[in-house]
């Protein structure tokens, strides 16, 4: 039946050759096969997209546990002064010193600046916590390099006192600057008799 066809279809000028049944069921399932795949595709899409979502957010938790782990890596290995961490309590806390000239920003366990209008100039980076109570020195350096000059630096000496503030800020030798910081972090027993 299905040559007579196409010998009926062939007269017409239209050129099909012999049709093989079998093959074109073949070609019907696999057709049928791609189709019912593509409708499972977008149910399996769509299962891998939540679970893509859910894999996206415990990614996040994990930087974020990641990143809360660095931090405390660094903070255990920061010097805060003596056994019990005297100046912890000012780990992000500023404190400014001003004069006729500059404004002095010192940051504990972050930057110090000389500020003048909008130009602000480095005194370097917190470096270290120098000695122990009584006798406690905090240290910035690399700063701004001064013209012809060292980088500048900043010694900043902790003494006793009932209020938080910088006492004075010098310049004894170019690019080399010294302050008093005052807190009640800083007595020890003998003081606060």
């Not at 939540?50 to 994990?62: G, R």
């Not at 905090?138 to 000059?149: I, P, R, Y």
Request: hydrophobic share 30%; aromatic share 10%.
């Amino acid at each position: 039946f299905l040559n007579q066809i196409a010998k009926d279809t062939d007269q017409n000028s239209v050129i099909l050759g012999e049709f093989d049944e079998d093959k074109i069921m073949e070609e019907i399932k696999e057709q049928q096969k791609e189709i019912e795949s593509l409708w499972n595709f977008e149910y399996i899409s769509e299962k891998t997209k939540m679970v893509q979502s859910e894999f996206e957010k415990i990614e996040l938790t994990l930087k974020t546990v990641e990143n809360e782990l660095e931090i405390a890596d660094k903070e255990k290995n920061v010097n805060y002064g003596n056994e019990n961490w005297v100046l912890f309590p000012y780990r992000d806390k500023c404190f400014s010193y001003d004069t006729s000239e500059y404004k002095y920003e010192i940051c504990l366990y972050g930057e110090s600046n000389q500020i003048s209008g909008k130009n602000k100039i480095s005194l370097g980076k917190w470096v270290d916590l120098k000695g122990c109570l009584p006798n406690l020195k905090l240290q910035w350096e690399n700063g701004t390099k001064c013209w012809n000059g060292p980088k500048r630096s900043l010694s900043v000496e902790v003494i006793c006192s009932e209020k938080e503030e910088i006492r004075s800020f010098e310049e004894p030798e170019r690019c080399i600057y010294t302050g008093t910081f005052a807190t009640p972090a800083a007595c020890i027993e003998k003081d606060i008799k």
